[in-house]
């Protein structure tokens, strides 16, 4: 009998308990979203963080009232984030697609697109591959399977090792949309979580080739190559630099964006405006990537 | 009176509060899953194929993540299982006292590295040595994680099959040593068959840690979803690919809803895994 009582009660607190946890749950997602402090949180894709985090080092010292916080993920995550209301700002390697504007009108958010660099993906082999130029063609059928051996590019007799990053990734979205003619990965690709694993494994195994996004090759220049594209079979092979990128020479290049939420705080509208004026696109250049302007 | 009533409900809270989670658990991982079994429909994930990001068409099948797990922990548990025993046996029965008491703490000490390190680790170390070994491409393969997964293991494997060793009763050694049997016989014929069950109980445990396991391998394996039994082939695992993808999908899409699935089954097997150690132990008189 007793235990019986005891049971419910214990029921009954619990109960309580996930009442509280709801309703304070539903208050903070409410608090985030009014901004009515000064603090902006950034999340989205992992190429942008060392841009985004750059640029909100800067402001924060034009401005020491304000709070930036910089988080990566991937670019659908910071989607995700921005739809869910739990971020002010999303960073985003892609444009957002049309499952997600579809969520986003669902939600009432008011997505505001601002385009605010340029990055070139550089496809980078390991410095003892001897093969030093890939037409767009070559590319897309290495990445979907159909070439396995270098030797079909006139390369050392190795396998191909594919590397790619995961498919959280908004690169590994472009990259599957303009250069496989959105076709699928070859499902031996090797997904890697992060940029640096992928500069690491190239350094390490002769056969592997990955794409990575232009400022990251360079960092990396003496540990692995980088290989000069032609848009087709009969044109002139481009190696990715900021001149080829800027002038569209180089094929496998794309905007990066940041989105905000049109309705949300105007402490992020004055961030974006920062990001596209003089002294943010001069950050761009710094960082490794090409500027807009 | 009303004190002892009070701290006997607050004790009770506290220790159903686990079971209360379990269940909330559960019940979650339910609702989330569940819209997937009417629309694609279950058979959708018994697919060959697991690609859930394409322009052409996204498919959910989790069979290569599935036969990924499985070769990876088994590959692990076929190292795991002789070093451990082993080394549990060498610990119980032959160690001397020193012996003892250097090599616990140390096998301790290996439980309670965090995965992450170890999964750097097989990065850095572990991953060039197959790769020079085997003279692979690449590192990055099953037979890597299956060999970091090893090191997780032991720690528990060695531990408990130790402590059923032990509790053999001390009178079947002084039996079997009167009857005139030699040391090893002693071991393998008489110690071992009667530590058998706790020893399975522990090997239930130790496969339980690895299956469920996800950094370390998440950082080897090299993560493509292939149906394959080569140990030198990369395979993707349903932890890792849990971990990987739930960050970026959007709330509610099949998505969503499939890697749901893949939590559910990974629950299902601990849990088996659990209760056919808790039943083995059981049925044998080694726990009550």
């Known amino acids: 009998m007793i235990s019986k009582r005891i049971f419910s009660w214990i029921a009954v607190f619990f109960l309580l308990l996930l009442q509280v946890s709801c309703d304070s749950g539903g208050k903070d997602s409410a608090t985030s979203q009014s901004g009515s402090q000064k603090s902006i949180s950034i999340k989205g894709s992992d190429t942008m963080v060392h841009l985004t985090s750059s640029w909100a080092e ?17 670019s659908g995550t910071g989607i995700a984030a921005l739809l869910n209301g739990t971020t002010d700002i999303c960073a985003s390697s892609r444009e957002i697609q049309g499952k997600e504007k579809e969520l986003a009108a669902q939600k009432k958010i008011d997505l505001v697109e601002y385009a605010v660099a340029r990055d070139g993906l550089a496809i980078i082999v390991n410095p003892a591959n001897s093969v030093t130029e890939l037409s767009m063609e070559q590319l897309r059928k290495i990445f979907i399977g159909e070439y396995t051996n270098w030797q079909e590019m006139g390369g050392p ?4 090792i594919v590397l790619s990053r995961e498919s959280s990734s908004g690169t590994f979205v472009f990259f599957q949309e303009h250069v496989l003619k959105k076709a ?33 090759a360079l960092e990396a220049k003496a540990t692995v190559k980088m290989v000069g594209v032609k848009s087709a079979d009969d044109a002139a092979a481009v190696l990715p630099s900021d001149e080829t990128v800027r002038a569209g020479h180089y094929p496998v290049a794309r905007p990066l964006y940041l989105y905000t939420n049109g309705t949300s705080s105007p402490e992020a509208k004055a961030f974006v405006d920062f990001c596209l004026s003089e002294a943010g696109q001069k950050i761009v250049t710094e960082t490794g990537y090409i500027s807009v302007k | 009176m009303w004190k002892d009533k009070a701290m006997r409900l607050l004790m009770l809270s506290a220790a159903s509060t686990s079971i209360f989670l379990v269940a909330l658990i559960f019940i979650f991982l339910v609702k989330e899953a569940a819209p997937f079994a009417l629309k694609p429909g279950l058979d959708a994930l018994f697919d060959r194929q697991w690609i859930p990001v394409s322009f052409v068409q996204e498919r959910y099948g989790i069979l290569p993540l599935v036969t990924g797990s499985a070769l990876v922990t088994g590959l692990s548990m076929l190292f795991t299982i002789p070093l451990s025993v082993l080394g549990a046996i060498y610990i119980a029965e032959i160690a001397s006292p020193v012996e003892r008491e250097i090599l616990k703490p140390f096998i301790e000490l290996l439980a309670s590295i965090p995965s992450v390190v170890l999964g750097f680790f097989g990065l850095v170390v572990l991953a060039p040595l197959i790769k020079s070994l085997f003279g692979l491409g690449t590192g990055l393969s099953a037979l890597t994680g299956a060999l970091l997964l090893t090191l997780m293991a032991i720690p528990t494997v060695i531990t408990l099959s130790e402590d059923a060793i032990m509790s053999v009763p001390r009178a079947y050694k002084d039996a079997s040593r009167a009857l005139g049997a030699s040391d090893l016989q002693t071991i393998f014929q008489v110690i071992i068959p009667a530590a058998l069950p706790g020893i399975i109980a522990a090997i239930m445990l130790g496969v339980g840690r690895v299956v469920g396991e996800t950094m370390a391998v998440l950082m080897v394996t090299g993560n493509s979803a292939l149906m394959t039994w080569s140990p030198l082939a990369p395979v993707r695992t349903m932890t890792a690919t849990i971990a990987a993808e739930m960050g970026e999908v959007s709330f509610g899409s099949l998505h969503y809803q499939a890697l749901f699935w893949i939590g559910l089954v990974l629950l299902a097997v601990t849990f088996l895994l659990n209760i056919i150690a808790q039943r083995v132990l059981v049925r044998y008189g080694m726990m009550k």
């Open chain 1, 58 to 74: 800067q402001y924060m010292g034009q401005h020491p009232d304000a709070q930036i916080s910089v988080t990566g993920g991937g």
């Open chain 1, 157 to 160: 007799d190795l396998p191909i």
């Open chain 1, 184 to 216: 699928d990965y070859t499902p031996k690709a090797r997904l890697l979580a992060g940029t640096s694993a992928l500069v690491q494994s190239v350094a390490s195994d002769k056969g592997a080739i990955a794409y990575v996004g232009l400022a990251f």
